[in-house]
T-cell receptor, first 118, second 113 residues
């Protein structure tokens, strides 16, 4: 099956620093990638949708300048949390879809990145 | 646009059955079901496309009533490994939201010996 990786799996940083999270589709080309945030005991909340080569589309209430998303290639999307604060601590999960391939109906999730901001 | 899941939680004994429901106010193209264990990413269970089909994965099956925009997940003869939080993810029929999901709040399932 299709595999999506995320790096790092865990990161602890000081308040005010920026953190970059990578999401890679390992064996397929992801035309679209999604970034979710999940707080403890809550559901996955969609933050943004990114298509290769174009600007990300952010959900209402998500700050574009705070969460920078780059989808530079068909296998890589990055999420940068700029000037992170403790309230940004969360579990960040990416997912990928190949909307032009035979598995276009499916969404493949990465293993997630746990961010802790001190 | 978040789908509504019920119940919020269910406690079962091994071997018992349970049903989890997911409903949307929007016309749905597909419903996806996932199970998530604590601290891990969601694991895909199955996908249901519009057409009212029913699918199965071991003793877990699901149905999709597209007229009512509802899906149900059936846990049959539950096993300890079924414990976790179950999420439905819905994909609505809309040109501006093609390809993206909204997830329900989740249903916590605890299976006891």
């Amino acid at each position: 099956g299709a595999v999506v990786s995320q790096h790092p799996s865990r990161v602890i940083c000081k308040s005010g620093t920026s953190v970059k999270i990578e999401c890679r589709s390992l064996d397929f080309q992801a035309t679209t990638m999604f970034w979710y945030r999940q707080f403890p005991k809550q559901s996955l909340m969609l933050m943004a949708t990114s298509n290769e080569g174009s600007k990300a589309t952010y959900e209402q209430g998500v700050e574009k300048d705070k969460f920078l998303i780059n989808h530079a290639s068909l296998t890589l999307s990055t999420l940068t949390v700029t000037s992170a604060h403790p309230e940004d601590s969360s579990f960040y999960i990416c997912s990928a879809r190949d909307l032009q391939g035979p598995t276009y109906n499916e969404q493949f999730f990465g293993p997630g990145t746990r961010l802790t901001v001190l | 646009q978040q789908p509504v899941q019920s119940p919020q939680a269910v406690i079962l004994r091994e071997g018992e059955d349970a049903v989890i429901n997911c409903s949307s106010s929007k016309a749905l193209y597909s419903v996806h079901w996932y199970r998530q264990k604590h601290g891990e990413a969601p694991v895909f269970l199955m996908i249901l496309l519009k057409g009212g089909e029913q699918k199965g994965h071991e003793k877990i099956s699901a149905s999709f009533n597209e007229k009512k925009q509802q899906s149900s997940l059936y846990l049959t003869a539950s096993q300890l490994s079924y414990s976790g939080t179950y999420f439905c993810g819905t994909e609505v029929i809309a040109t501006d939201s093609w390809g993206k999901f909204q997830f329900g709040a989740g249903t916590q399932v605890v299976v006891t010996p």
